[in-house]
């Protein structure tokens, strides 16, 4: 009888644990090879650095926006090719009709500064067919509210879904202050990945789940 409970609790958890998404850094996406390795940068008032030290920890990527009158700062771009296939999802423990979660440590100069990562998806001829909002409430563009010049770390909450016949995607780091001005800051970003997406569980996973927890139900309840 116990071995039975025992096989039941064990094949319980571990459909459970399942579910349960794993961090995936990006390739470099704690910045410890220099210069950016791997990385692809463009500015819109602002330039991209790679210190060696000061992240969290070690190096990070930095974005000193210099143009007071304008919303857009930046984006980073991983990978740093042109060519597809970017990143494959298997790699990042992804596949299609996941929501992946986007994670990454922020540090800002101005707090409450608007900045976040967001995923795009592209087809096997490295096309884009769909990407996450940028917008200040779609959930990947966060407000740091943590004390100026300390880090933090970030998820995203939007629900952007891995489309059909996505074959690879881009990860990108980027500030947007949406239709406000924005103002001269510094942002860091570091430790940039993804928790692998957060699929439904299949109905038959479900049903496997109900049907243990009934059979361990009747064991218990023979025994008494």
């Known amino acids: 009888m116990y071995k ?38 463009d500015q819109f008032g602002g330039a991209w650095s790679y210190p060696a030290t000061g992240g969290n920890a070690g190096g990070y990527a930095e974005l000193a926006f210099t143009d007071p009158g304008g919303a857009w700062g930046g984006v980073l771009i991983s990978p740093a090719s042109g060519t597809s296939p970017f990143l494959k999802l298997d790699s990042l423990g992804l596949k299609i009709g996941d929501i992946p979660i986007l994670q990454w440590d922020g ?16 087809n096997a001829a490295g096309g884009l067919i769909n990407q996450a909002s940028t917008g200040p409430n779609a959930g990947y563009n966060r407000s740091m509210d943590q004390v100026a010049g300390t880090w933090a770390t970030f998820q995203s909450t939007g629900t952007f879904k891995i489309p059909l016949l996505t074959d690879s995607i881009k990860i990108v780091p980027f500030y947007d202050q949406g239709f406000a001005a924005g103002s001269a800051v510094d942002i860091g970003f570091d430790n940039v990945g993804v928790m692998g997406g957060v699929p439904v569980p299949e109905p038959a996973a479900y049903a496997l789940l109900g049907g243990l927890a009934a059979l361990g139900f009747v064991m218990l309840r023979r025994r008494r």
């Open 107 to 122: 540090k800002v100069d101005v707090k409450g500064t608007l900045a976040g990562v967001k995923i795009e998806a592209y």
């Open 4 to 41: 039975v409970l025992l096989t039941i609790f064990v094949a319980t958890a571990s459909l459970a644990q399942a579910q349960v998404p794993q961090f995936n850094l990006a390739p470099n996406g704690n910045f410890e090879t220099p210069d950016g390795d791997g990385w692809a940068d």
